[in-house]
Antibody, heavy 117, light 107 residues
Framework: QVQLQESGPGLVKPSETLSLTCTVS????????WSWIRQPPGTGLEWIGY???????TYNPSLKSRVTISVDTSKNQFSLKLSSVTAADTAVYYC???????????WGQGTLVTVSS | DIQMTQSPSSLSASVGDRVTITCRAS??????LNWYQQKPGKAPNLLIY???SLQSGVPSRFSGSASGTDFTLTISSLQPEDFATYYC?????????FGQGTKLEIE
């Protein structure tokens, strides 16, 4: 059974770059699309973007200028970088696998990132 | 961008009730509609994908249907563990988008 686990700092200062990694276990990162989603406290879900194992990416235009998603197949990991963060970027960040079909069938447990000085 | 509108935003029901949650897309999304259940402090859990396909391991009391741009999640007989927030999500075109959620509470 594939499992995903987010890791990274829980506190980031305003204007700095948020960096998170998702480690995939129980299966290969190859052959699939992998996504990042976030959820500000008490609100709904926002799709950030996805990456194919080969490295091709698609981002949400609302975040595109600040987002980079990358993949490291040798480590079975993919990563998120979000630059120039503000308090509005405070959220629980989830990683997920896009399957079956184009749904998000496998999720990490999520990690809360707070943007504060 | 495709907007997803869920109704109702909250719903009170009792164990054993039949419950229906609706999601409307702002344009055609074919059958690229997914339903998730989220409990407090937990990640969303996929229930239904491609409008009507039941995800492996999900109880058969959950079902999904579609009519044009309107999609429905039905729980045939509510169980205590079903009280949660439900989200629809379109995967027809990026940026993928979610409905605002329906909070299902105990009556």
């Amino acid at each position: 059974q594939v499992q995903l686990q987010e890791s990274g700092p829980g506190l980031v200062k305003p204007s700095e770059t948020l960096s998170l990694t998702c480690t995939v276990s129980g299966g290969s990162i190859s052959g699939y699309y992998w996504s990042w989603i976030r959820q500000p406290p008490g609100t709904g879900l926002e799709w950030i973007g996805y990456i194919y194992y080969s490295g091709s990416t698609t981002y949400n235009p609302s975040l595109k200028s600040r987002v980079t998603i990358s993949v490291d197949t040798s480590k079975n990991q993919f990563s998120l970088k979000l630059s120039s963060v503000t308090a509005a970027d405070t959220a629980v960040y989830y990683c997920a696998r896009l399957s079956p079909e184009w749904s998000m069938g496998y999720w990490g447990q999520g990690t809360l990132v707070t943007v504060s000085s | 961008d495709i907007q997803m509108t869920q109704s109702p935003s909250s719903l009170s029901a009792s164990v054993g009730d039949r419950v229906t949650i609706t999601c409307r897309a702002s344009q055609s999304i074919s059958s690229y509609l997914n339903w998730y259940q989220q409990k407090p402090g937990k990640a969303p859990n996929l229930l239904i994908y491609a409008a009507s396909s039941l995800q492996s391991g999900v109880p058969s009391r959950f079902s999904g249907s579609a009519s044009g741009t309107d999609f429905t999640l039905t729980i045939s007989s509510l169980q205590p563990e079903d009280f949660a927030t439900y989200y629809c999500q379109q995967s027809y075109r990026t940026p993928y988008s979610f409905g605002q959620g329906t909070k299902l509470e105990i009556e």
